[in-house]
């Protein structure tokens, strides 16, 4: 029975620090990888996203999108023998709408002056 191939990625933090490798199938989409880093991530950590939207993974320059499958991420380079995968993890907290009547708040109030002067 032929072993089944696999895939093995190492997910570099904002801060320097690995996390993995695990070992994932070819067919795994990127929106799973997402989730296991959401599930797996570090308590000690200072920045921790909330869901897997607030993660971007990034590999060879490219972001990736969630429907794309790990087979897809692989870069051959010449006659190397295939070694572990680093993808770059990047947090982007998702924003929240801030009122306008909030972001107002910091700005001096304007005085409506009117000088007329009549000769």
């Known amino acids: 029975m032929p072993e089944e191939e696999v ?3 190492k997910f570099r933090l904002y801060d320097g620090s690995d996390m993995g490798p695990f070992r994932y199938s070819p067919t795994s989409t990127i929106a799973m990888l997402k989730e296991r ?3 797996e991530w570090p308590k000690d950590k200072k920045i921790a996203p909330k869901g897997a939207n607030d993660i971007k993974l990034i ?3 490219k972001i990736l999108e969630n429907n794309k499958i790990v087979g897809q991420c692989r ?3 010449g006659d190397l023998p ?3 995968i680093t993808m770059h993890v990047v947090v982007q907290p998702s924003v929240t709408k801030v009122k306008t009547a909030e972001k107002k ?3 001096p109030p304007r005085n409506n002056l009117c ?3 009549i000769m």
Do not use: L, T
């Open 7 to 9: 895939v093995e990625i």
């Open 105 to 107: 708040v910091d700005e």
């Open 82 to 84: 295939e070694a572990v």
């Open 37 to 39: 880093i959401v599930a």
């Open 75 to 77: 870069v051959h380079f």
């Open 59 to 61: 590999n060879a320059g």
């Open 115 to 117: 000088s007329c002067s």
